[in-house]
């Protein structure tokens, strides 16, 4: 029953996302390089977004004093939500709401980088390796639920139009579909990345 799941998600993502997924890999390298190079710009600005963008939300979250399954947890549920408004924004139509989320991802990436390396002696190499196996799981996570969000886009658009109506998919459908690609992809994708943060990865002294 379960290889029948995946064997259909496979099938779902080389029939109707591959597309997508490609181009919003893309268009995240191409945001995350102009992010980098903008911070290391403009240090100042960089200073501040980092302060405010990472110190305030651990200290409220208390991702700093925890450790562990609670630090896994912390970051897998955080995450999560993320990836769940990905998809759930797909059904408003006409906008590509979904492709905030990875966007917003893939700048921070850019912003801790170039904070790193403006304001640390920190090895870039060595930076760069710690965050890698972590941020694979996460950002194709991320990647994933945006593109099942921009199919969902389409679909919901194409219900808008009477022409194109009858070449949609009828929401029940779109429903289940997105539930299992949440439920299968991104959630384990979500819990390994998790489980490398909270016990393997490690920022370099």
């Known amino acids: 029953m379960v290889k029948e799941y995946y064997a259909n998600q496979w099938h779902f993502f080389r029939k109707q996302l591959l597309p ?10 191409l945001m995350g390089y102009l992010t980098y190079h903008y911070c290391m710009d403009h240090p100042d600005k960089t200073k501040s977004r980092l302060y ?6 651990f200290e409220k979250s208390g991702l700093i004093t925890k450790s562990g399954l609670k630090l896994m947890i912390e970051i897998f549920w ?3 939500l993320i990836c769940l408004k990905s998809i ?6 006409f906008l590509f709401l979904p ?11 850019g912003l ?5 390396k403006l304001f640390t002696e920190m090895d870039q190499f060595s930076l760069f390796v710690s965050l890698l196996p972590h941020g694979i799981f996460e950002i194709a996570a991320s990647l994933y639920a945006s593109s099942v969000g921009v199919y969902l886009t389409i679909q919901t658009s194409k219900m808008i139009f009477h022409k194109s109506r009858s070449k949609g998919v009828p929401i029940k459908a779109l429903c289940k579909q997105a539930a299992h690609s949440f439920i ?3 959630v384990p994708l979500l819990i390994v990345a998790a489980f ?10």
């Open 20 to 29: 997508m997924f490609i181009i919003l890999l893309l268009l995240s390298i």
């Open 99 to 109: 492709a905030i989320g990875v966007f917003s991802s893939v700048m921070q990436i």
């Open 184 to 186: 299968l992809i991104v």
């Open 112 to 116: 801790f980088l170039a904070g790193f």
């Open 52 to 57: 405010s963008t990472y110190q305030n939300a």
């Open 88 to 93: 759930i924004l797909g059904f408003v139509p």
């Open 196 to 205: 490398i943060e909270a016990f393997i990865s490690s920022i370099p002294k």
């Open 78 to 80: 955080a995450n999560l």
